[in-house]
């Protein structure tokens, strides 16, 4: 028999459960908090760790292979270049700076494993924004790509920031250094003495107006996040029916498939850096394709497909889902807001031994928070599951800071020692943000009798029609029950009278069509005639997304508002 979520807790993480979970409390920047009583010092022991996996295969990439001892050796390379040429120290902070490739795994457990902090820079920069973070964290060493490099050897050259270039296309000049030849092999470890609340990583937030803020996290906070990505593991494994019958066990190894950007918090913690810990595979692919990751997941049995929902319904939407072999795959979802429910439904239909599921993280929480999975996720489809500690999620009044009871509506509030310390340099917006240990997440929601967490839509992107709330995620959901409809994204536009009205842009799928009338006819008597978008944008190509797969949608409002896209009106 199942066991109480609060019991499944107690059995995997009070003191004296003889897991390696169990919890203690600390004092962390001041504030009393759980956190994980054996969790390792650092986040280099972690990775240092990953020696013991010896010659089983780690990497894929386009053809190539690595094994754990492959990457772990060129992860020493890289650690003594850093250190004996570039003269990196404990703290300093080193920029990576490419898409998708083996080196930006490599470089991030070199960088880490010497004490530096890994900058993550987001691939897509235009050269002022990748100047103006070089200059922002103040980096020492740049390692990029060819049109990374190439995007800020004016700013590095000015800053007299070291280069290294990985896969070089073109010959690099004397001021460039290239991975191939300095990275030697056979140098054996270096590892720094790194204490847990010493800055590892800064992960630069992807907001759509302003300048990104650097999201600071500690060894602690990262290894707290991988550990509770584990614990959580097992209490959903406890507080879930078991079978009626002894499962055999499953003839498929976990692995990954990467397709969403190291740069990324999903990409970099849960996906790549569960890896790492449990030493998992990874297949990297150069760009995502859902045609072309069906065979790989046939081919590397991958069980773990980790994005987020957009993807999710391109690949079991795909033509030829159906002609490739996808048994192996046991999880389906990822992080972010809810998917739509049309979604879950087609997935737990479609991955017959797998099932959805969906976690709610954000750079901030380095992407831990609640998660649903199995039949918790199908029968509540639209929550995005239960916090397990150490991490504490409560709503709050956000003008009273009174803490609301269940079904009540408010800012969903963030605890826990896997937060980050705050955004680097900016102590206003941290301050702003993180509130005696408490983070600010931005999302308005309810979380309900039982614990589950219910994400309504970002408080500051609700639209506000004529006095009336409507949640975007809401009427998504419904537009995405429509059989022509591939992507959808909600938004607001201003009204004279009304302040704002409710608009969309659709992606219709290849082999249908839908107009603004069909969509009228279709949303009649589904949701209140207010949430009815007003205005809708029918496109063939895809929605304008951020480097996180976000879909901009203040981009699509200016572009309605500037006339780049005429919506149908009514």
């Known amino acids: 028999m199942a066991l109480s979520w609060t019991e499944a807790?107690?059995?995997?993480?009070?003191?004296?459960?003889?897991?390696?979970?169990?919890?203690?409390?600390?004092?962390?920047?001041?504030?009393?908090?759980?956190?994980?009583?054996?969790?390792?010092?650092?986040?280099?022991?972690?990775?240092?760790?990953a020696r013991a996996h010896g010659d089983k295969t780690f990497l894929l990439y386009e053809g190539e292979r690595f094994t754990f001892a492959n990457v772990m050796d060129q992860v020493d390379g890289l650690a003594h270049l850093l250190v004996n040429k570039y003269g990196i120290k404990k703290g300093d902070r080193v920029a990576v700076a490419m898409r998708n490739y083996p080196?930006?795994?490599?470089?991030?457990?070199?960088?880490?494993s010497v004490g530096a902090v890994n900058v993550s820079f987001n691939a897509w920069w235009t050269e002022d924004e990748m100047d103006f973070a070089l200059k922002d964290c103040g980096a020492k060493v740049l390692i990029g790509d060819q049109q990374r490099i190439d995007t800020a050897h004016h700013s590095c050259r000015a800053l007299g920031i070291k280069m290294l270039i990985v896969r070089p296309e073109t010959e690099v000049g004397p001021d460039i250094d290239e991975w191939a030849v300095e990275v030697k092999s056979g140098l054996g470890p270096l590892v720094a003495d790194i204490q847990p609340d010493d800055d590892c990583t800064i992960l630069y937030t992807s907001g759509t107006t302003g300048r990104p803020k650097g999201a600071v996290s500690t060894h602690r906070a990262v290894v707290s996040a991988l550990m509770a990505f584990s614990a959580r593991n097992g209490v959903l494994a406890l507080a879930s029916d078991p079978p009626a019958e002894p499962v055999a066990p499953d003839p498929f190894p976990p692995s990954f498939i990467l397709i969403v950007p190291l740069f990324h918090v999903t990409g970099c913690v849960p996906v790549m850096l569960s890896c790492f810990f449990a030493g998992l595979k990874l297949v990297i692919m150069y760009k995502w394709d859902a045609g072309k990751a069906l065979p790989i997941i046939q081919d590397e049995q991958i069980t773990n497909f980790v994005g987020v929902p957009t993807q999710s319904w391109d690949l079991v939407n795909h033509p030829d889902f159906a002609k490739y072999d996808t048994s192996s795959l046991r999880a389906v979802g990822g992080g972010g807001a809810p998917a739509p429910a049309a979604l879950v439904d087609k997935v737990a239909?479609?991955?017959?031994?797998?099932?959805?599921?969906?976690?709610?993280?954000?750079?901030?929480?380095?992407?831990?928070?609640?998660?649903?999975?199995?039949?918790?996720?199908?029968?509540?489809?639209t929550s995005t599951g239960r916090a397990i500690r150490p991490m504490e999620v409560a709503v709050w009044n956000p003008e009273t800071k009174e803490v609301l009871g269940p079904n009540e509506y408010g800012e969903i509030m963030m605890f826990g020692p896997m937060l980050i310390r705050g955004y680097w340099n900016r102590p206003d917006a941290t301050a702003e943000a993180i509130e005696n240990g408490w983070l600010h997440t931005g999302d308005g929601g309810y979380i309900d009798e039982d614990g589950f967490l219910f994400i309504k839509d970002r408080i500051k992107d609700m639209i506000l029609r004529g006095g009336?709330?409507?949640?975007?995620?809401?009427?998504?959901?419904?537009?995405?029950?429509?059989?022509?409809?591939?992507?959808?994204?909600?938004?607001?536009?201003?009204?004279?009278?009304?302040?704002?009205?409710?608009?969309?842009?659709?992606?219709?799928?290849?082999?249908?069509?839908?107009?603004?009338?069909?969509?009228?006819?279709?949303?009649?008597?589904?949701?209140s005639s207010f949430k009815v978008p007003n205005h809708v944008v029918i496109m063939n190509e895809e929605l304008p997304r951020n480097a996180a797969g976000k879909f901009l949608k203040t981009a699509l409002r200016d572009m309605v508002a500037n006339g780049q896209l005429k919506p149908t009106s009514r």
């Open 9 to 49: 807790q107690n059995a995997v993480l009070n003191p004296g459960s003889g897991t390696p979970f169990e919890l203690m409390e600390e004092e962390v920047f001041g504030v009393k908090m759980e956190v994980f009583k054996h969790a390792p010092q650092n986040l280099a022991l972690v990775l240092q760790g």
């Open 103 to 112: 080196e930006w795994i490599i470089s991030f457990a070199a960088i880490v």
């Open 349 to 381: 239909k479609s991955v017959k031994k797998g099932s959805p599921q969906l976690g709610y993280g954000m750079t901030e929480t380095n992407a831990f928070g609640p998660g649903n999975v199995g039949k918790f996720y199908t029968d509540r489809p």
């Open 468 to 527: 009336e709330n409507v949640f975007c995620s809401e009427v998504e959901g419904s537009i995405y029950e429509h059989p022509s409809v591939h992507e959808a994204a909600v938004f607001g536009v201003p009204h004279e009278r009304l302040g704002e009205e409710v608009a969309v842009a659709i992606r219709v799928k290849d082999d249908a069509s839908l107009t603004a009338e069909d969509l009228w006819k279709f949303l009649d008597g589904k949701i």
